[in-house]
């Protein structure tokens, strides 16, 4: 028996959001437990409580058994409330329903592709309106808000969802200059350091400066399934250093489109990624610069951060269906971050790329 709580999960389960529980059972049944919105309409699988405690006698008026065993999304709930359910059911034994929930919320079901594809348009439409809202004289995070602005005049929900107690940020991550090489304690590819203590990653309130490079990673969140996309612009020319890294991530892009398939390992792009990088003798600014980023994708969803990973000990393999974002970035000191990242739909034989805008580096000026 799987015993859900966390909005993520039981949106994925039910399509939408309360506070209660979800209860899958071993025989297929799918019980919605809700304590609020208190107005809920109710019926034979939507079942009002007002605690956790009154679900085992639910379960029993529904000649259901309780389990031996329960699985509970142990990566999110807190000791105390783990505490109490493995209490109110009598068992010992606990699986993690957090991990079963994201292996299984990898492979993308029609609808959920529909939806993401929804998001890529919107995301796309959002970063080709970029370049008008910049202005000479404008800090990192006045050039943010501003497309921020735009990004909730489109549609977005202003909500980015990410798996993790480490992960907070707010729609997105614009890095200009030198604060794209300060690392942060948020695992993400790339830092910054924030413009307080308590948010450390991205824009910093810094200037704005000429030949620096402005690495624009906002959220695709225009529906409840995300897209991942950067595109990188420049304030006046950069270094040619720059241009060739910027120039590689597009040769990485170009392998991944020409090579990636369902049944591709993750750890394999991973290596080949940074053997190219190693190659054109990168590597030194390969993903970070102080605080490097040890993958160069990951799975997109619901969660901007979803499974696979791919990194160098991952065991996965790409299956037809998954959505993946791709995302080999440099650091390039005293100019900021280059090098793009795309959601990718795999496909059995091929994969397809829906964020298909200009990857080319724009000059703002």
């Not at 970070?288 to 160098?312: C, D, R, S, T, W």
């Not at 793009?340 to 298909?356: A, Q």
């Amino acid at each position: 028996m799987i015993l859900l709580s966390t909005p993520v999960n039981i949106y994925y389960v039910t399509g939408r959001v309360f506070s209660g529980y979800v209860c899958l059972t071993d025989d297929n049944q799918s019980l919605l437990f809700v304590q609020r919105p208190l107005d809920v309409e109710t019926n034979d699988h939507i079942i009002p409580i007002r605690k956790v405690e009154d679900i085992p006698g639910l379960l029993a008026e529904r000649g259901i058994d309780l389990p031996s065993s329960l699985a509970l999304e142990l990566d999110a709930l807190t000791y105390n409330e783990v505490l109490r359910i493995r209490k109110a059911f009598s068992v010992q034994e606990l699986e993690n329903a957090s991990l079963i929930m994201r292996r299984r919320r990898m492979i993308k079901t029609e609808t959920e592709i529909e939806q993401l594809r929804i998001s890529a348009d919107i995301h796309m439409e959002v970063y080709r309106e970029v370049p008008r809202l910049f202005r000479k004289g404008m800090r990192d995070i006045d050039f943010q808000i501003e497309i921020e602005h735009l990004m909730r005049k489109k549609g977005s929900i202003g909500l980015f969802r990410t798996f993790g107690s480490n992960m907070d940020i707010y729609m997105g991550n614009l890095l200009s200059g030198d604060n794209a090489a300060l690392g942060s304690p948020f695992d993400f590819a790339l830092g910054g350091g924030g413009v307080h203590p308590s948010l450390p990653i991205g824009a910093s309130g810094e200037l704005i400066k000429e030949g620096t490079s402005i690495s624009v990673d906002m959220a695709g969140n225009y529906t409840a399934y995300l897209s991942d996309m950067t595109r990188v612009f420049s304030y006046g020319m950069l270094p040619d250093i720059a241009y060739k890294a910027h120039a590689l991530s597009l040769e990485m892009h170009s392998r991944f489109k020409k090579e990636v398939k369902a049944g591709t390992s993750c750890a394999e792009i991973y290596n080949w990624t940074l053997a190219m990088a190693e190659k054109a003798g990168l590597q030194d600014y390969f993903m970070g610069a102080n605080q490097k980023a040890k993958f160069v994708g990951h799975g997109v969803g619901l969660e901007i951060n979803e499974l696979p990973v791919l990194m160098a000990r991952s065991k996965d393999f790409l299956e037809e269906n998954m959505t993946i974002a791709y995302e080999p970035k440099f650091v390039i000191p005293k100019v900021g971050a280059v090098g793009i990242e795309n959601t990718y739909l795999i496909k059995k034989e091929i994969v397809e790329n829906l964020t298909s805008l200009d990857e080319e580096i724009q000059n703002l000026i």
